[in-house]
């Protein structure tokens, strides 16, 4: 039966745990995804696989994460809430037992995409929860505690995988996560509650398909840069046929009664240019993460586990401040936690860029400190106010863009900075070098997008009338 809450101005006990059990669920699903990274020197050596290779542990993870978030409207209203904890729970459980047990890459890379069915369904049902069951005053507070599990779960993943390894091996990292997983779809299975009635709808393959390869082969031509380069017939194929597939997508949803991702909500131009901004925000949020464990290790030699913990200080500090940073919303507007943490993150993507040669594992910490400050701020206060533009009717198929969105732009932001790192190649100059070269790059590219996102901004508040 359909359900709403008794008292408009509070969230019952049932409701908070059943937002607590679903953001565990999320925030489990995320955190393996970049806990491999710093695995990556180890996993090349040992199953004879190059970077460009071996970052599909992250890249496949997200970009499956990044199809399964296309379907979470048709999701949310075809099966219940409780029906799509218990999938979400499965599909990670079964994924994490295949990765503990994998004998090779191919394996391994099998179990990842499986176990991506998690944060595919549980990302999405943790805001749609959040959405359902808390009152409008009290948003920015609970989506700024669904917002750090975004933020700070990518974030943790190095140093937990750091430890992981560090106290055994790498199939530690799912070993560990095996009966936290279960005791989470035990504590939430009979707090989830149902807000809305389901009813049986018709997925749309076609509409589906024709984004599917649009994703995959975007993704696999960006990942050919580095063997094959700018202007060989796999980059410019694989955006080619994206371009194709998405055009086709469009077409085909216009004259469509029921859509996919509704399209229509783009004409909003506050929720656009929030969600473009979004964006990059993720990408370079994901691949930042994935690119500083590896010139650790890489470039300054450091151990897996330091490769980690460099980055836990920052994830700390953000953990602790972003409630705050929702706060923030809810008293003062979304222009004032916003812009200053974009700048912020402005300060640190320099940083990271003026440095990138001559770059230490304390330096990298201290600067990590002030982009993953920044870039939270600005994170989830983005995506909480394009959604508060958004009618309340659109609401699930606005979050299934801005999760789809985020998804992709993870994949899409470790394939390019992956490429950038591993793009420079002379003759006589050692692998560290080239790498150290090749990351400054990919920094000065972080750089370049976070000046981007200021001009997003602009064009964000000359449209909202109101940023409360």
Same mark, same amino acid.
């Given at each position: 039966m359909t359900q709403v809450p008794n008292d408009p101005d509070k969230v019952s006990r049932k409701n908070l745990i059943a937002i607590f059990a679903v953001a565990i669920m999320a925030f489990l699903g995320i955190l393996v995804e970049t806990s491999m990274n710093v695995t990556f020197p180890t996993l090349m050596r040992t199953m004879h696989v190059s970077l460009s290779t071996v970052q599909w542990i992250t890249t496949g993870y997200l970009l499956m994460v990044a199809l399964l978030m296309i379907t979470s409207a048709f999701l949310k209203q075809r099966f219940k809430n409780r029906?799509?904890? =218990?999938?979400?729970?499965?599909?990670? =459980?079964?994924?994490? /037992?295949?990765?503990?047990?994998?004998?090779?890459?191919?394996?391994?890379?099998?179990?990842?995409?499986?176990?991506?069915?998690?944060?595919?369904?549980? =990302?999405?049902?943790? !805001?749609?929860?959040?959405?359902?069951? %808390?009152?409008?005053?009290? /948003?920015?507070?609970?989506?700024g505690l669904a917002g750090l599990i975004l933020m700070i779960a990518p974030a943790s993943g190095p140093t937990f995988g750091g430890i992981m390894a560090s106290l055994g091996n790498w199939r530690l990292i799912f070993w560990s996560t095996l009966p936290v997983e279960a005791l989470i779809l035990l504590l939430g299975v009979g707090a989830i509650n149902q807000f809305s009635p389901v009813r049986k709808v018709h997925f749309v393959w076609g509409q589906f398909s024709l984004l599917a390869v649009a994703f995959v082969s975007f993704t696999m031509g960006l990942n050919s840069?580095?063997?094959?380069?700018?202007?060989?017939?796999?980059?410019?194929?694989?955006?080619? /046929?994206?371009?194709?597939?998405?055009?086709?997508?469009?077409? %085909?949803?216009? $004259?469509?009664?029921?859509?996919?991702?509704?399209?229509?909500?783009?004409?909003?131009?506050?929720?656009?240019?929030?969600?473009?901004?979004?964006?990059?925000?993720?990408?370079?949020?994901?691949? =930042?993460? !994935?690119?500083?464990?590896?010139?650790?290790?890489?470039?300054v030699g450091a151990s897996s586990l330091f490769g980690g913990l460099m980055l836990l200080p920052g994830s700390l500090v953000t953990a602790i401040l972003q409630p705050w940073f929702g706060h923030l919303l809810d008293e003062h507007g979304a222009r004032l936690p916003i812009l200053l943490g974009s700048s912020l993150f402005l300060v640190a993507a320099a940083g990271f860029t003026i440095l990138g040669q001559r770059l230490s594992v304390l330096v990298i910490a201290i600067l990590y400190v002030v982009f993953s400050i920044g870039r939270s701020m600005a994170f989830g206060n983005t995506m909480t106010n394009g959604l508060k533009e958004v009618d309340f009717s659109q609401r699930a198929d606005a979050n299934a863009i801005y999760n789809t969105g985020q998804q992709f732009a993870g994949s899409v932001g470790t394939t390019i900075l992956a490429s950038l790192m591993?793009?420079?190649? %002379?003759?006589?100059?050692?692998?560290? $070098?080239?790498?150290? /070269?090749?990351?400054?790059?990919?920094?000065?590219?972080?750089l370049t997008l976070s000046i981007l996102?200021?001009?997003?901004?602009?064009i964000v508040f000359h449209y909202q009338k109101t940023d409360k």
């Open positions: 029906q799509l904890f =218990i999938a979400g729970a499965s599909l990670f =459980i079964l994924g994490d /037992l295949i990765c503990a047990l994998a004998p090779n890459f191919p394996i391994l890379l099998l179990g990842r995409l499986i176990q991506a069915g998690c944060a595919g369904i549980a =990302i999405p049902l943790m !805001f749609n929860v959040v959405l359902e069951s %808390v009152p409008r005053s009290r /948003l920015g507070f609970y989506m840069l580095t063997s094959a380069g700018w202007l060989s017939w796999q980059f410019m194929g694989g955006i080619l /046929l994206a371009i194709v597939m998405m055009t086709g997508y469009i077409l %085909v949803a216009k $004259h469509s009664d029921q859509q996919l991702l509704k399209l229509e909500i783009f004409r909003n131009p506050v929720f656009t240019f929030s969600f473009i901004a979004y964006v990059i925000l993720q990408f370079c949020n994901i691949g =930042i993460n !994935f690119a500083l464990p590896n010139y650790a290790q890489i470039v591993s793009s420079v190649k %002379v003759s006589g100059m050692s692998y560290a $070098h080239e790498t150290a /070269l090749g990351s400054q790059l990919a920094f000065g590219l972080i996102n200021f001009g997003l901004y602009a």
